[in-house]
């Protein structure tokens, strides 16, 4: 499988919010602006690329090599974590005004579901190390466009006159459903 092919399919096709459904407590509760959501975004780029490499090398060269791969999901788990952990205390220090903005939501980045879940697949399919790390990168791409286009949504509905039942969460939930429904027909483009 080429490249663009698997950056294709995992910032459209397999988009993990919209399609496989992971990282959605980040993306619902980071999304009210623009700025955080872009940091997140960010931050979430850059973790699941690392993390997409870490665990590789680890599954490769340590778990495998070993004969003991049945223990990956708590050695991802340990890398995912030791990697948030740096990149939370460097956005504390680089940007403190984007790590109160992130708040609870930057350590949640280590049990994002959406980053496990990159590695995990990675794992699968048996992507070569290249491919692992595009796949991990394209990954984060599509998360973050999904968060900015709807953190785009909410602001644009929080300045709008809404009809009071729909205020808040149901419209956001509504957002995400047809922005999920949009993404749905991009299947069976790539796999």
């Known amino acids: 499988m080429d490249?663009?092919?698997i950056a294709f399919g995992a910032i459209f096709v397999n988009n993990f919010v919209l399609t496989r459904f992971l990282g959605i407590c980040s993306f619902l509760g980071v999304s009210k602006s623009q700025d955080t959501?872009?940091?997140m975004g960010?931050?979430?780029?850059?973790?699941?690329?690392?993390?997409?490499?870490?665990?590789y090398i680890?599954?490769?060269?340590?778990?495998?090599?070993?004969?003991?791969?049945?223990?990956?999901?708590?050695?991802?788990?340990?890398?995912i974590a030791a990697i948030v952990q740096l990149i939370e205390m460097v956005i504390k220090k680089v940007s403190p005004q984007l790590y109160?903005?992130?708040?609870v939501y930057m350590p949640l980045i280590a049990t994002n579901c959406a980053i496990l879940g990159v590695?995990?697949?990675n794992r699968q399919v048996e992507y070569t190390f290249i491919q692992a790390v595009v796949h991990s990168f394209a990954a984060g791409v599509g998360y973050t466009m999904a968060i900015v286009v709807f953190s785009g949504l909410r602001e644009r509905m929080a300045n709008n006159d809404i009809?009071?039942?729909?205020?808040?969460?149901?419209s956001a939930l509504l957002a995400a459903a047809f922005m999920s429904t949009?993404?749905?027909?991009?299947?069976?483009?790539?796999?």
């Open 163 to 170: 009809w009071w039942p729909f205020k808040g969460l149901p």
């Open 42 to 55: 960010f931050a979430v780029i850059f973790v699941m690329t690392v993390s997409g490499a870490t665990t």
């Open 119 to 121: 590695t995990v697949l």
């Open 58 to 79: 680890i599954n490769a060269y340590i778990l495998e090599a070993l004969g003991i791969g049945f223990m990956f999901n708590i050695m991802f788990i340990m890398a």
């Open 100 to 103: 109160e903005a992130l708040g």
């Open 182 to 191: 949009a993404f749905g027909g991009f299947q069976g483009i790539v796999g």
């Open 37 to 39: 959501a872009m940091g």
């Open 3 to 5: 490249l663009f092919t």
